[in-house]
């Protein structure tokens, strides 16, 4: 995107632009994290377009209610929480729907042609282990282990105590290491 | 170090997990998509403070110069009509009119000070090409082109607009002809014949 220096800025100088009417700054901002949170909101969520839904409504409130955001330097995190929680209320809106698995299409990077059948069945495995998993439990594995968070910023971007959370992450990963015995070795 | 470095089968956990770090990617006009969205929540918030500090203004007003709303009855309203009539012709008498100014029309789009650049938006992957029409170029159709953005799938144009309320829209040509199109987010107006065009509110540049 051509944002010139502006992509070169910290968060809080973005946000500084934006809140005071550089509307495109918070283009940056959008690039910056998009990729970043695509993966988890995915596999929260089970399906891209999911994902792109919470995406775009966490995008869109975030900016919102830019002026609330306490800490511009942690525009990061506070974007997490909002995404995190975006994720919560489609999962919530939508769990009475079958369940979909994360399709491995063209629009799945890493996922593509190039895979062997093999891969592409074991990616389809662990997806549905992962979506077996209740709703806490699979996002604290996924912010623990697969975005590699530490427990300090989980609890930070989710609310929850840190014990709690490491007792989710626990039963976690016992259950997908069930889940998908046979299949994983 | 992860929790399960001490358990037997780490291995396997690890695979499970690396095979979640793939990296997952959004559709190429994610980012479009959002800030188009972004741009119609920056207006419409434009439009609420306008009309927050047009309400301010009204209620601060002096008496005479607050709007009023007067119910009258249908013979009521007759005499009242007659006698402002009345009352008309006799001034028509008595004041002489002063020559009217000479109206000016200028092509384009209006250039006064404290204009301030807006950008208009529109994703149509099936367009061919989109034009942007408005109360500030007469409705003129093909004065402002938009520009297809590298994706293709959105369009693009920024243009100076003087403070104030604008109507505008899109005209999109594609496979089928052209057709009419208001910004979907942006509040919109209809005219007597049904048209619907969108708004957009200009703050004053700053």
Not at chain 1, 136 to 147: D, M, P, T
Not at chain 2, 22 to 51: C, I, K, W
Not at chain 2, 53 to 69: D, G, H, I
């Amino acid at each position: 995107m051509g944002h010139g220096s502006l992509s070169e800025r910290p968060d809080a100088s973005i946000v500084a632009a934006v809140l005071t009417g550089n509307t495109d700054a918070y283009g940056v901002l959008v690039y910056r994290y998009r990729d970043a949170y695509t993966r988890f909101a995915a596999h929260m969520l089970g399906s891209l377009e999911d994902a792109d839904d919470a995406l775009q409504l966490a995008f869109v409130r975030a900016f919102r209610n830019l002026a609330q955001c306490r800490d511009p330097d942690k525009f990061g995190s506070w974007l997490y929480q909002i995404v995190v929680n975006e994720c919560r209320t489609l999962a919530a809106r939508r769990a009475k729907r079958e369940r979909r698995m994360i399709r491995s299409d063209e629009r799945m990077n890493g996922a593509s042609t190039n895979h062997p059948a093999n891969e592409m069945a074991l990616h389809d495995e662990i997806q549905y282990a992962l979506s077996r998993l209740e709703p806490a439990q699979r996002e604290a594995f996924l912010l623990r282990h697969v975005e590699a968070l530490s427990y300090e910023e989980i609890s930070e971007i989710t609310g929850d105590g840190i014990s709690a959370l490491k007792m989710r992450v626990k039963r976690a990963t016992a259950r997908l290491r069930d889940l998908l015995e046979g299949v994983v070795t | 170090m992860m929790d399960w470095n001490d358990e037997p089968d780490r291995a396997s956990v690890e695979k499970i997990i690396n095979h979640l770090r793939t990296p997952v990617s959004l559709d190429e006009t994610f980012d479009l998509r959002v800030m188009s969205a972004v741009h119609g929540v920056a207006l419409a918030q434009v439009d609420a403070q306008h009309s927050v500090s047009e309400a301010t203004e009204e209620n601060a007003a002096p008496w005479w110069r607050k709007k009023y709303t007067v119910r009258l009855s249908a013979w009521s309203g007759l005499a009242l009509a007659a006698s402002i009539f009345g009352i008309m012709l006799i001034g028509a008498k008595i004041i002489s009119r002063p020559a009217a100014a000479p109206v000016v029309r200028t092509a384009g789009i209006q250039r006064p000070a404290g204009l301030k650049t807006v950008n208009f938006i529109l994703v149509d992957e099936s367009a061919r090409q989109v034009w942007l029409v408005g109360d500030f170029n007469g409705w003129s159709k093909k004065q402002i082109p938009l520009e297809r953005a590298a994706n293709g799938r959105a369009w693009t144009v920024s243009i100076p607009l003087s403070q104030g309320r604008h109507e505008y829209a899109f005209i999109v040509a594609d496979e089928n002809g052209e057709r009419w199109v208001a910004d979907p987010l942006t509040p919109a107006v209809e005219d007597d014949f049904g048209t619907t065009s969108s708004i957009v509110r200009v703050e004053a540049a700053s």
